[in-house]
C-alpha cells in the first residue's frame, strides 16, 4: 500500500455492529478482503494479547505491586526523555517486547522506553515489519487511576534488510500499515485501523477476546470541545494564544460559540474522547519544550494517533504541517500537536499560517 492519499476512506456513519465480531474475525476478514497479509494479522492479534496482559496488570493496581517508580528509593530509572520511568512503563515495555521477539513478524522493534531501536534475536526468525509503540501512555496518571493505554505503529521494514536499525524506523507517518491504542480504564478497548477506516474493540474479560463494538468510527468535523494544558498559555507562541482566547471568547467572540474544556492529561483517553464524540486536542509548541521541538513523540504518539483520525475523518497537525508527512529526523523526534475535529484542526492551523504570514 504505497504513501496514503490525504484521503480518508469514504465515510460511512458509524455502523451498528452486528453481535460479537471479534478481533481475530475482524482481522480473517481484512485478509480475505486483501486488505492485509496474515504476518501483519498475525503481529496485531501478537499486540493486543500483549495489551491483554497489560490491562490485567494495570487492573491490579497497589495489589500487584505496580504503582510508584521504578527503580530503587532515592534513585529513579530515567528513561531516554528524561523523564523518571514507573514500574508499570517498565513492566509495559517487558510485556511487549518479550511478546514480539519470538513471532517471526519482526525485523525489529523501537519503544518509547528505550534509547535505541531493538534487535529481534538471532535465535528468532524475522519478519517484514517494525513495531514501534510507547508501552504505557499517560504515566502521570497511573497511581492516581486514571485511564492510561498503549499505542503503537507499524511499519514496512526497507527491503533487503534483516536486522532493522534506528534509521530503518525513520519513515514518514504516511508509510504506517497500521495503527492502534488500548486504553486501560473503566472498559479496556483496542482501536484499529489498518488503512480501512477506525474501529473500536472492547475486551470480553470473561471471554478474554476484543470483540467489536463500533466499526468506523467517525469524528464530526465540527466541534465545542477542546482539549490543552491550559497551565502552560504563558509559554505559548502568539498564535496559540490568539486561537485560545478565540476559543474563550464564547459566542460573544468572533467564534460565535461557546467552547468546553476537557484535560485528562492522557492522550490516549483525550484522543479515544474525541474519536467517540469529536473535539480537538492540542500539546503546542511551547517555551518549555521549545528546544526539544514540543513534548509528544512523533514516532510513538502523534503518528500513529494522527493514522487513526484521518481515518475516521479527522485532521492531523503540527500547525504548520499534515503531521503524516513530517519527515522524522530521529526515533524520539517531538512535535507540536494538533489533532480532532477536521475544521477545528484547520481553524488551528490558519491562526498560525496569518501569524506566520504578518511576520514574512
Ligand atoms: O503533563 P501534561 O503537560 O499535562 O502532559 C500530558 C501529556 O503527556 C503525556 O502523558 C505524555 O505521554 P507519556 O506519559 O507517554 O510520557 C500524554 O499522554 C499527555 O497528553
Known sequence: MAALAATAPAMSATSPVPSSISL????????????????????????????????????????????GEAGTPGEASMNIQGEAQKKLDVLSNEILLEANAWGGHLAGLASEEMDTSHPIPDVYPRGNYLLLFDPLDGSSNIDVNISVGTIFSVLRCPDGVTQAADKDFLQAGTEQVCAGYTTYGPSTMLVLTIGNGTHAFTLDREVGSFVMTTRNMTIPEETKEFAVNMSNQRHWQPPMQAYVADLLSGKEGPRGKDFNMRWVASMVADVHRILTRGGIFSYPLDAKCADKGGKLRLMYEANPMSFLVEQAGGAASTGRQRMLEVQPTGLHMRVPVFIGSKQEVETAVRYHREHDAEQA
Open 24 to 67: 481475530t474475525r475482524y482481522l480473517i476478514e481484512e485478509q480475505r478482503a486483501g486488505r492485509i497479509n496474515p504476518d501483519l494479522r498475525l503481529l496485531i492479534e501478537v499486540v493486543a494479547r500483549a495489551c491483554k496482559t497489560i490491562s490485567i496488570a494495570v487492573g491490579k493496581g497497589a495489589l500487584g505491586g505496580v504503582l
